[in-house]
């Protein structure tokens, strides 16, 4: 890799961004649903006085939330899984069928609270906050909180589609693509946009490494989930872990990962760091290392998230010779990352989400 390149993976770890880019908007309306008095009490105080959020009532169940809802009219609700009387997987799925609304699941960091994570976003969250413990605060909590309301707060929620089968001329032809790659990186609304790539993808895929904004732990169950679903090998990634055709390794939460080389060997570093864009995993931290080792052999694409991480890292893919693909606007939850890429130049295509695992295979098999 040359200077250059080797200067802007060292800047990416030394800078601390502030352009977040964040959406200005009115005044955000937020119900908090939890059954603990404690919970709501503490995310009230952290959410109050908060630049442009309101918190315009609290609810200790699904029952007086749903009453609240139709009066209040909230712009966000934060909600809690575990609750009695009604859970909280069953009133998501009641909310997305009769009164779409962004919805912030607020779960423990435990691995039951993680598979239930997995759950809510199948029934139509966009994301996932954790809630405070011994080593995370009230006030971390509450600023990854505004964070991600502010990314939700005006997301258009629909209904979504099952994903189309692959055709089965795909795998046959991606026999000899032993070298090959697909990078991808996302944020809101991620995990449901991850889902619709890689479950359209077949046994022999390209190896694929994915960055998803997601705190610790909650990246394993999301990994499993993959893993359920999908018909290549999901596993979260372990520092040496080898990629090779058929494997997606999901970098895990609060570690950096980045692509290596040995050889005809690719392999994954698994690592902390700083903060990138305020995020680590970052997308920009695994597609520059990507653009170092991979260059022409990699695909990358970026998906719907609030923000720039990606677009230098992206940029770095195509001055390589990768090709790079980002999700359309029509089909985000929040435009932010792949618009942020395109304005960079780094993007070759822009496509709707559901379009875009056989776009990839049709370039990684020269067909497009």
């Known amino acids: 890799m040359n200077r250059s390149g080797k ?8 800078r601390h961004l502030h352009d977040e880019r964040v959406p200005q908007l009115r005044e955000i309306k937020v119900l908090i649903v939890d059954d603990s008095a404690i919970v709501r009490r503490v995310l009230s105080e952290e959410l109050e006085g908060r630049q442009g959020i309101r918190v315009v009532g609290t609810a200790p169940d699904p029952y007086v939330a749903r009453e609240k809802i139709v009066r209040l009219k909230p712009d966000v609700i934060t909600l809690d ?21 962004p919805v912030i699941v ?13 759950e809510a976003f199948a029934a139509g969250a966009l994301e996932v906050a954790q809630k405070p413990g011994s080593a995370y605060s009230a006030g971390d909590m509450g600023d990854d909180l505004v964070k991600k309301i502010k990314a939700v707060a005006g997301a ?33 609304g991620g995990t449901e946009a991850v889902r619709r790539i890689l479950t359209r993808l077949p046994e022999n895929s390209p190896g694929v490494l994915v960055v998803q904004h997601m705190p610790a732990q909650f990246t394993r169950s999301f990994a499993q989930r993959l893993d359920d679903l999908s018909r290549i090998n999901v ?12 494997i997606a390794l999901i970098a895990p939460g609060d570690f950096h990962m980045l692509l290596k080389r040995n050889g005809s060997r690719y392999f994954v570093r698994v690592k902390g760091g700083p903060m990138v864009h305020h995020q680590r995993p970052a ?12 260059g022409a052999n990699a695909l990358g694409i970026i998906l719907t998230g609030m923000g720039a991480d990606g677009a230098m890292g992206m940029l770095a893919m195509k001055k390589a010779g990768a090709f790079n693909i980002a999700q359309d606007e029509e089909s985000c939850v929040v435009y932010g990352m792949p618009k ?14 559901d379009l875009i695992a056989g776009s990839a295979l049709d370039h990684i098999c020269g067909r497009r």
């Not at 200067?7 to 030394?14: A, E, G, I, K, V």
């Not at 607020?106 to 997995?118: D, F, H, I, N, W």
């Not at 209904?159 to 809101?188: D, Q």
Request: hydrophobic share 45%; charged share 25%.
């Open 283 to 294: 997308v920009d931290v695994l597609f520059t290392s990507v653009a170092k080792y991979a």
């Open 235 to 246: 596993r979260e990634a372990r520092d040496g872990d080898t990629l090779i055709n058929g």
């Open 156 to 188: 258009v929620v629909i209904a979504k589609k099952s994903p189309a089968p692959l055709k089965p001329r795909l795998s046959k032809a991606l026999a000899e693509t032993r070298n090959k790659l697909i990078a991808i990186g996302s944020s809101t």
């Open 7 to 14: 200067n802007l993976t060292d800047s990416l770890f030394q």
């Open 106 to 118: 607020v779960s423990s960091l435990t691995a039951r609270g993680g598979k239930m994570a997995m």
């Open 340 to 353: 942020e890429a395109v304005k960079a130049g780094a993007v070759d295509l822009s496509l709707n989400i």
């Open 81 to 101: 899984i575990e609750m009695p009387r009604m859970d909280g997987i069953t009133f998501l799925k009641k909310i997305m069928q009769y009164n779409p609304l």
